[in-house]
């Protein structure tokens, strides 16, 4: 049986299933993941923190993203590359917001991008997707909206917020976005944002509920040695295994136990 070539449309027929997404910054990161099976490999704005050592999402650029698209369309495989569009790169206007997401698609070989922001995106994502642009949106925490929120805080926690949402997924999906990423909310609201939807539900931080669950693969791996938010579960420890790996070389280098004959040309 042929693997599927995952498209923004096939991703839709997930809904009501369990599926598994991950982010990915570079070529072999996307490589390996896409041999799992993941059908969805985001290349979030949060390489700004994870790759390029930013503190927040907010200074990551256009061509930064571009770059690191490019790579992980490079080694995807079968899954589906959704490129996030940075700050200010589709806030000015609808035209800079067309523009910009099709450098993502022309340029950078991914198949979909996405946008933070609810009901207020609902007519940039018509027009993308009328313009043969898959577009994920996300709602929620939006990282890029730090600083009108005061920090990363919990959405949907009252009924009125809820019921905000609610009226946000709903705005977005008409608008023709293929699915929608829940970040940071209490699982009662994101069930019933789910169960309203006909477009699946990527949760992160938003409890079981979602059809889909995503998670930066730096923290799922343990990469950072930083705490890792609540919601956050750790299947490896690649920052310990690092560290324990370079001392070792390290120690074999000032040893005279690398390199060996076995490491030598004759």
């Given at each position: 049986?042929?693997?599927?070539?995952?498209?923004?449309?096939?991703?839709?027929?997930l809904?009501?299933?369990?599926?598994?997404?991950l982010?990915?910054?570079?070529?072999?990161?996307?490589k390996?993941?896409?041999?799992?099976?993941?059908?969805?490999l985001?290349?979030?704005?949060?390489?700004?923190?994870?790759?390029?050592?930013?503190?927040?999402?907010?200074?990551?650029?256009m061509?930064?993203?571009?770059?690191?698209?490019?790579?992980?369309?490079?080694g995807?495989?079968?899954?589906l590359v959704?490129?996030?569009?940075?700050?200010?790169?589709y806030h000015?206007?609808?035209?800079?917001?067309?523009?910009n997401?099709?450098?993502?698609?022309?340029?950078?070989?991914?198949?979909?991008?996405k946008i933070?922001?609810?009901?207020?995106?609902?007519?940039l994502?018509?027009?993308?997707?009328?313009?043969?642009?898959?577009?994920?949106?996300?709602?929620?925490?939006?990282?890029?909206?730090?600083?009108?929120?005061?920090?990363?805080?919990?959405?949907?926690?009252?009924?009125?917020?809820?019921?905000?949402?609610?009226?946000?997924?709903?705005?977005?999906?008409?608008?023709?976005a293929?699915?929608l990423?829940?970040?940071c909310?209490?699982?009662?609201?994101?069930?019933?944002?789910?169960?309203?939807?006909?477009?699946?539900?990527?949760?992160i931080?938003?409890g079981?509920?979602c059809?889909?669950q995503?998670?930066?693969t730096?923290?799922?791996?343990?990469?950072?040695g930083k705490?890792?938010p609540?919601?956050?579960?750790?299947?490896?420890?690649?920052a310990?295994?690092?560290?324990?790996?370079?001392?070792k070389?390290?120690?074999?280098?000032?040893?005279?136990?690398?390199?060996?004959?076995?490491?030598c040309?004759?």
């Amino acid at each position: 049986m042929q693997p599927i070539k995952w498209t923004a449309s096939k991703i839709k027929t997930l809904k009501g299933k369990r599926f598994a997404c991950l982010t990915a910054y570079d070529y072999i990161s996307a490589k390996l993941i896409g041999e799992c099976g993941v059908p969805l490999l985001l290349v979030g704005d949060s390489l700004g923190m994870v790759v390029l050592g930013y503190e927040t999402t907010l200074p990551v650029t256009m061509e930064e993203m571009l770059h690191h698209t490019a790579a992980v369309a490079r080694g995807a495989g079968n899954a589906l590359v959704v490129g996030d569009m940075p700050f200010l790169s589709y806030h000015v206007s609808i035209g800079q917001a067309v523009e910009n997401a099709g450098r993502f698609i022309k340029l950078s070989g991914a198949g979909a991008v996405k946008i933070e922001g609810g009901a207020l995106r609902a007519e940039l994502v018509k027009t993308l997707t009328g313009n043969g642009i898959p577009v994920m949106g996300h709602i929620g925490l939006t990282p890029q909206s730090i600083r009108t929120l005061g920090g990363y805080k919990v959405a949907g926690r009252q009924a009125k917020e809820i019921k905000r949402l609610l009226a946000d997924a709903r705005a977005l999906e008409k608008a023709g976005a293929f699915a929608l990423v829940l970040e940071c909310m209490p699982p009662d609201a994101a069930r019933k944002i789910t169960s309203a939807l006909k477009i699946p539900t990527i949760g992160i931080g938003a409890g079981p509920y979602c059809d889909g669950q995503i998670l930066v693969t730096h923290d799922m791996l343990g990469f950072s040695g930083k705490v890792s938010p609540r919601f956050v579960k750790r299947y490896a420890d690649f920052a310990g295994q690092m560290k324990a790996a370079v001392g070792k070389f390290k120690k074999d280098v000032e040893n005279l136990q690398f390199p060996a004959q076995e490491h030598c040309y004759d």
